[in-house]
């Protein structure tokens, strides 16, 4: 007999819907087609000792399974459910009408229990899109699933609950659709805070504009003078995410796996710092079988990366194009993925080999080596970097003061004005959130800056010697700066503070 269940695979951060046509027939034997790969093949165990576990068996026939379609790649183990299902029915260890009337995704344990397995949001997605009366899943996965409306969700802990709800309509019950995502206003409170940083008032004011409108942050200064300090207080004080951010975020970790059991949407910015020993596979994204790497792990927040001079040169070259894109593509033999990767990069390194500035007057030898130093970040990386600051050290008198600095939350809420007058002004546009999304037609149309302000940045220009990319993300920048000052014009003091950003580029080429 022949029957036709249904599963879902993963490619980039959508679902695909799978059919999986099981025919049982005379003979024995156990064929598995439809490019599956080892954790698939290895179901056959794991369904045979779940099946004798819940009170089924076996059947000792031909069995012969094909997941269609054939071209798309499968992996994993989300499939042992729906093949299991499907191995009860068309054997007639079963009888049920409503079987191929739900999407089904679980691995299974030899004792008949149900894992968790990735992806679930996609997946639920796709079930709601297709129309599915509902979509049977294990318990772990049900939170991440009901976040999707109308959708029925069944999170079953065993083998043996998913057989009797098919058979009897009884003992799984639908979890309440949370629908529209929840979103509290989660203060920076487990946070460290802005207030324990002293000085550094530029520097704050650099981040502040960062988190504003999403821009690239590169802080240079000596040991000690708090930058990696400032970075970690960046997430206490950045805007929260928008149900449409929120959903992206939690699809990318969905996919990856990197979701708790029993968690539902995310819904703080995520902040990655990975070390500078990782790969540029580990960064991008990669393996047999595409997984979203350090970049799009950041979609929507910020990737830190600390020390920058000593992250591989080829690990920062391939930045640069998700960089400007803000979506990769990996293409590998059996598949190729597209992940979303819109991230604040926010940076720091020293400005020289030894730690410290370099003096007043130095040596040749001394700029040599310092040269050799910086260009280990590569020009082109550095033109995409909005923002770049030198941060000097803080003087005694000021970190032994006692004067008290702006809280975070202070900063916060001139963030979130900020970036509510950017959500406002680009609710049109599905991909753009904040300024530094901009492109260059939304460029032209919401940086336009007054005549008196147009040679101001024509000297910029060419004091600096700035590029054209330069000049746009400069634009950028004086849009958040005029936001953060609710102003819907950029004015020429805007413009002036965001071309002092930008100075640090030609200093060091
Ligand atoms: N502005 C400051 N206010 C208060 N404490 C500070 C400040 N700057 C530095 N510190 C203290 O110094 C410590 C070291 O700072 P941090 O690690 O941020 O330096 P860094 O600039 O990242 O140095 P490195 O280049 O060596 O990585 C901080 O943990 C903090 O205790
Ligand atoms: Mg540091």
């Given at each position: 007999m022949?029957?036709?269940?249904?599963?879902a695979a993963?490619?980039g951060?959508?679902?695909y819907l799978?059919?999986?046509?099981?025919?049982i027939?005379?003979?024995?034997?156990y064929?598995?087609v439809?490019l599956?790969?080892s954790a698939?093949?290895?179901?056959s165990?794991?369904?045979?000792a779940?099946?004798k576990?819940?009170?089924?068996?076996?059947?000792?026939k031909k069995i012969?399974?094909?997941?269609?379609?054939?071209d798309?790649?499968k992996?994993g183990?989300?499939?042992?459910l729906?093949?299991?299902?499907?191995i009860?029915?068309?054997?007639g260890?079963i009888?049920?009408?409503t079987f191929?009337k739900?999407?089904m995704?679980?691995?299974?344990?030899?004792?008949?229990?149900?894992r968790?397995?990735?992806?679930?949001?996609?997946?639920?997605?796709?079930?709601r899109?297709?129309?599915f009366k509902?979509?049977i899943?294990?318990?772990?996965n049900?939170?991440?699933a009901?976040?999707?409306?109308?959708?029925?969700?069944?999170?079953?802990?065993?083998?043996?609950e998913?057989v009797q709800y098919l058979?009897f309509g009884?003992g799984?019950k639908?979890?309440?659709?949370?629908g529209a995502?929840?979103?509290e206003?989660?203060?920076?409170d487990?946070f460290p805070?802005?207030?324990?940083?002293?000085?550094?008032?530029?520097?704050?004011?650099c981040?502040?504009?960062?988190?504003?409108?999403?821009?690239?942050?590169?802080?240079?200064?000596?040991?000690g003078s708090?930058k990696?300090?400032?970075?970690k207080?960046?997430?206490?004080?950045?805007?929260?995410?928008t149900?449409a951010?929120?959903?992206?975020v939690?699809?990318?970790?969905?996919?990856a796996?990197?979701?708790a059991?029993?968690?539902?949407?995310?819904?703080?910015r995520?902040?990655?710092s990975?070390h500078h020993?990782?790969?540029?596979?580990?960064?991008l994204g990669g393996?047999?079988?595409?997984?979203?790497g350090?970049i799009?792990l950041?979609h929507n927040?910020?990737?830190?990366?600390?020390?920058?001079?000593?992250?591989?040169?080829?690990?920062l070259?391939?930045l640069?194009?998700p960089?400007?894109?803000?979506?990769?593509?990996i293409?590998?033999?059996r598949?190729k993925?597209t992940y979303?990767?819109?991230?604040m990069?926010?940076?720091s390194m020293n400005?020289?080999p030894?730690?410290s500035f370099?003096g007043?007057?130095?040596d040749?030898s001394?700029?040599?080596?310092?040269?050799r130093?910086?260009?280990?970040?590569?020009?082109p990386l550095?033109?995409?970097i909005d923002?770049?600051?030198?941060?000097?050290s803080v003087?005694?008198?000021?970190?032994s003061?006692h004067v008290?600095?702006e809280?975070?939350?202070?900063?916060r809420?001139?963030?979130?004005?900020a970036?509510?007058?950017?959500?406002?002004?680009?609710?049109v546009?599905?991909?753009?959130h904040c300024n530094a999304?901009?492109?260059?037609?939304?460029i032209r149309?919401?940086?336009?800056?007054?005549t008196?302000a147009?040679?101001?940045?024509k000297?910029a220009?060419?004091?600096l010697?700035l590029?054209?990319?330069?000049y746009?993300?400069?634009?950028?920048v004086s849009?958040?700066?005029a936001?953060?000052?609710?102003?819907?014009?950029?004015?020429t003091e805007?413009?002036?503070?965001?071309?002092q950003?930008r100075g640090?580029?030609?200093?060091?080429?």
């Amino acid at each position: 007999m022949l029957v036709i269940v249904f599963g879902a695979a993963l490619l980039g951060v959508e679902a695909y819907l799978i059919r999986i046509e099981v025919n049982i027939d005379r003979g024995i034997a156990y064929h598995l087609v439809g490019l599956p790969d080892s954790a698939i093949r290895e179901s056959s165990y794991r369904i045979s000792a779940a099946l004798k576990n819940s009170g089924f068996r076996m059947p000792g026939k031909k069995i012969t399974i094909n997941l269609a379609p054939a071209d798309l790649r499968k992996e994993g183990s989300a499939y042992d459910l729906p093949m299991a299902i499907g191995i009860l029915v068309a054997s007639g260890q079963i009888d049920s009408s409503t079987f191929d009337k739900y999407l089904m995704v679980g691995e299974l344990s030899l004792d008949g229990g149900l894992r968790p397995v990735r992806g679930i949001l996609p997946i639920a997605i796709a079930a709601r899109d297709r129309g599915f009366k509902g979509l049977i899943l294990p318990l772990a996965n049900s939170l991440e699933a009901s976040v999707v409306d109308k959708l029925s969700v069944l999170g079953a802990n065993k083998l043996s609950e998913v057989v009797q709800y098919l058979r009897f309509g009884t003992g799984l019950k639908a979890s309440p659709a949370t629908g529209a995502v929840v979103l509290e206003d989660i203060p920076g409170d487990d946070f460290p805070d802005f207030s324990e940083v002293k000085g550094q008032e530029t520097a704050k004011r650099c981040l502040e504009i960062a988190a504003a409108g999403g821009h690239n942050v590169l802080m240079v200064g000596p040991p000690g003078s708090g930058k990696s300090m400032l970075a970690k207080r960046l997430p206490s004080i950045l805007p929260t995410m928008t149900n449409a951010e929120s959903l992206e975020v939690t699809k990318i970790h969905s996919v990856a796996g990197k979701l708790a059991e029993n968690r539902g949407v995310l819904n703080r910015r995520p902040f990655r710092s990975p070390h500078h020993s990782i790969s540029s596979a580990a960064l991008l994204g990669g393996g047999a079988y595409p997984m979203p790497g350090e970049i799009s792990l950041a979609h929507n927040g910020v990737l830190f990366l600390d020390e920058l001079p000593e992250f591989k040169r080829g690990v920062l070259e391939v930045l640069r194009q998700p960089l400007e894109d803000r979506f990769i593509t990996i293409s590998r033999a059996r598949a190729k993925a597209t992940y979303p990767s819109s991230f604040m990069l926010v940076a720091s390194m020293n400005p020289t080999p030894g730690g410290s500035f370099l003096g007043e007057n130095p040596d040749l030898s001394s700029i040599r080596s310092a040269k050799r130093y910086v260009s280990k970040v590569s020009g082109p990386l550095l033109d995409r970097i909005d923002l770049q600051i030198e941060v000097q050290s803080v003087p005694y008198e000021k970190l032994s003061a006692h004067v008290g600095t702006e809280s975070s939350q202070t900063i916060r809420q001139r963030v979130s004005r900020a970036r509510s007058m950017q959500e406002c002004r680009y609710k049109v546009y599905e991909y753009l959130h904040c300024n530094a999304q901009m492109k260059v037609k939304e460029i032209r149309r919401y940086c336009t800056i007054q005549t008196e302000a147009q040679g101001l940045l024509k000297q910029a220009m060419e004091s600096l010697q700035l590029s054209a990319r330069a000049y746009d993300r400069i634009l950028k920048v004086s849009r958040t700066i005029a936001d953060l000052s609710e102003c819907e014009k950029i004015r020429t003091e805007h413009l002036a503070e965001a071309i002092q950003y930008r100075g640090m580029d030609r200093l060091w080429i």
